[in-house]
């Protein structure tokens, strides 16, 4: 997948937005290819976020939507909540992608 990023930075493009991440540790992996690339230096990278309205809206998303992964999780109901949002930041510094914080609210 970073194949297709470095296409687009070559083409010019200096930023992009991912798909919404329900996988942080797939995201994760994903970045360690882009830092090892060195294409963190050239685009900016915008990462989906967004929650479900529903398990229905999960589900349609687990099987439906290409490219999607949602793990199942043994507490779901944290990825159904309307009222539950939490929100991570993450940074890259020396080539690391690094957890910066994360509030709940």
């Known amino acids: ?3 297709r990023l470095a296409k687009k930075a070559a083409a010019g493009t ?3 937005q991912t798909q919404l991440i329900y996988n942080v540790d797939r995201f994760r ?3 360690k290819k882009v830092v090892d690339l060195g294409l963190h230096k050239q ?3 915008l990462a989906g976020v967004g929650s ?3 398990s229905r ?3 349609f ?3 439906q939507v290409a490219g999607m992964d949602v793990p199942r999780s043994p507490d779901s109901s944290l990825l159904l909540s309307s009222d539950w949002v939490e929100t991570r930041i993450w940074r890259v510094e020396d080539g690391q992608l690094l957890y910066v914080e994360k509030s709940t609210c």
Do not use: Q
């Open 1 to 3: 997948m970073p194949m």
């Open 14 to 16: 200096r930023s992009v």
């Open 29 to 31: 992996e994903h970045m």
């Open 43 to 45: 685009v900016y990278i």
């Open 52 to 54: 479900f309205k529903s």
């Open 57 to 59: 809206m999960a589900s």
């Open 61 to 63: 998303m687990a099987t």
